[in-house]
């Protein structure tokens, strides 16, 4: 799918947070808990955290200049997942042990959140606001940490 070139850095940021949801769903037992707990560390440090401040302070504020967010389910949905995901980086970061059940959970989490955004969200805004307010937020979003775009 075309992405609106002002959207394409949180759709880079999407690609890695789907390779990273990937490796946690698959986690198992007998993987290693630091290096896990490392890749979950990294990738939210360096992407994650501000992805979402991100789509939150400047992407659903212009939406909002153009639609109805209020009645909007989605972007309700949207909302409770950042603060599901956030809720998941804080227990995973308090576990002084392995527990694959919540790698997994955080892994299906933000896929199907990634997805969501990806096919449903990103579509609404692309065909709500105009293409020049656009591309007055381009460039207001990190640089991924992975590909530097």
Known sequence: MKRHE?????SHHHHHGLVLAQKLQKTEEKD????????????W??????????EEEILLPLYAC????EED????????DHTVI????????????FDYKVFQELGEKLHDHI??????IFPKIESAVPDKELYKVEGK?????YSGK
Do not use: C, Q, T
């Open 73 to 80: 389910e989605d972007i309700e949905k949207m909302l409770i």
């Open 32 to 43: 290693k808990f630091r290096e896990i707990m490392k890749d979950i560390e990294d990738f």
């Open 115 to 120: 997805r969501m955004e990806e096919r449903v």
């Open 86 to 97: 956030r809720g998941l980086i804080v227990k995973l970061r308090k576990l002084e042990r």
């Open 141 to 145: 979003f990190h640089i991924d940490s």
């Open 6 to 10: 002002a959207l394409v850095p949180l």
């Open 66 to 69: 153009y639609a109805k967010i």
């Open 45 to 54: 440090e360096n992407d994650g955290e501000a992805h979402f401040r991100e």
